[in-house]
């Protein structure tokens, strides 16, 4: 079924009754998304040195935040963004935004679906790069270049991350893409990479090969293949990796979130 057991289960964001488990280099706040006609709170981590240190740090946007930092916030396990980041003190700042109930779909999507709908990414991106990224930088001690600044996600979250790179080339030096949902819209998206003539971003691929839909990996294959198209494998600019047993799930995604990191970073 494409994985729309997984598209659905955080449209509500399923919320239990239990201790937050999110550090205390995390906070919330809301923000204003016109472009989304929303308010959106936002989650923000910040490295252990952070408020004794006069340091700028790259920074990761991530998707679907209910489910990176605490349990209580997520559907079936978090990623544990930060307690992995803690571990190796990591200098970075990572900036999640959560998804939008029942506009999840919407908004993570870059083509319309016959049968889900969606479509809604460009506003989603919009609402990114031109009003939360500037509050961002503006806020806290960040390296805002292109070199330094991320997206990550998975599932439809690695979906938009990749369509972001392609689209805003000069806003997204770096790219996690768990799980992509490329079936998402497939032919758009070959549409759109064919008419795309430079690619020079670094992209962390990963999937597990027991992902419950077959399509899974040749999809991802196919751009990766694309990306290489587009610049020397010499560059070594990205990186495939298929997780032998691999689920579509938190599980994946946590357990593989230190190593994309350390690669992209």
Same mark, same amino acid.
């Given at each position: 079924?494409?994985?729309?057991?997984?598209?659905?289960?955080?449209?509500?964001?399923?919320?239990?009754?239990?201790?937050?488990?999110?550090?205390?280099?995390?906070?919330?706040?809301?923000?204003?998304?016109?472009?989304?006609?929303?308010?959106?709170?936002?989650?923000?981590?910040?490295?252990?040195?952070?408020?004794?240190?006069?340091?700028?740090?790259?920074?990761?946007?991530?998707?679907?935040?209910?489910?990176?930092?605490?349990?209580?916030?997520?559907?079936?396990?978090?990623?544990?963004?930060?307690?992995?980041?803690?571990?190796?003190?990591?200098?970075?700042?990572?900036?999640?935004?959560?998804?939008?109930?029942? =506009? @999840?779909? *919407?908004?993570?999507?870059?083509? %319309?679906?016959?049968?889900?709908? /969606? !479509?809604?990414?460009?506003?989603? +991106?919009?609402?990114?790069?031109?009003?939360?990224?500037?509050?961002?930088?503006?806020?806290?001690?960040?390296?805002?270049?292109?070199?330094?600044?991320?997206?990550?996600?998975?599932?439809?979250?690695?979906?938009?991350?990749?369509?972001?790179?392609?689209?805003?080339?000069?806003?997204?030096?770096?790219?996690?893409?768990?799980?992509?949902?490329?079936?998402?819209?497939?032919?758009?998206?070959?549409?759109?990479?064919?008419?795309?003539?430079?690619?020079?971003?670094?992209?962390?691929?990963?999937?597990?090969?027991?992902?419950?839909?077959?399509?899974?990996?040749?999809?991802?294959?196919?751009?990766?293949?694309?990306?290489?198209? =587009? @610049?020397? *494998?010499?560059?070594?600019?990205? %990186?495939?990796?298929?997780?032998? /047993? !691999?689920?579509?799930?938190?599980? +994946?995604?946590?357990?593989?979130?230190?190593?994309?990191?350390?690669?992209?970073?």
């Amino acid at each position: 079924m494409k994985h729309i057991f997984s598209l659905l289960f955080v449209l509500i964001g399923f919320n239990v009754a239990a201790q937050s488990s999110a550090s205390k280099q995390v906070s919330t706040f809301t923000i204003e998304a016109p472009q989304l006609k929303s308010t959106k709170k936002i989650w923000v981590y910040l490295p252990k040195n952070y408020a004794t240190s006069t340091q700028k740090y790259p920074v990761i946007y991530m998707h679907d935040a209910q489910n990176l930092f605490d349990a209580s916030t997520s559907y079936v396990g978090e990623w544990n963004v930060d307690e992995t980041l803690d571990s190796i003190s990591a200098k970075v700042i990572v900036i999640g935004i959560e998804h939008g109930g029942d =506009k @999840r779909i *919407e908004e993570l999507t870059p083509f %319309k679906n016959a049968k889900y709908g /969606g !479509g809604n990414a460009d506003a989603y +991106l919009d609402f990114i790069v031109t009003t939360l990224k500037p509050k961002v930088d503006a806020t806290y001690r960040t390296k805002s270049n292109t070199k330094n600044t991320a997206i990550f996600g998975s599932s439809l979250g690695g979906l938009v991350s990749f369509y972001a790179a392609v689209k805003y080339p000069d806003i997204f030096g770096k790219v996690g893409c768990f799980s992509p949902s490329f079936w998402f819209g497939r032919n758009e998206l070959n549409d759109l990479l064919a008419k795309t003539e430079d690619f020079d971003t670094k992209v962390y691929f990963l999937c597990g090969d027991n992902e419950g839909d077959a399509d899974v990996i040749p999809d991802m294959k196919n751009v990766v293949y694309w990306v290489n198209t =587009k @610049r020397c *494998e010499c560059k070594k600019l990205n %990186k495939e990796v298929i997780v032998k /047993g !691999g689920q579509h799930n938190e599980k +994946l995604w946590r357990e593989s979130f230190k190593k994309a990191y350390l690669w992209l970073f």
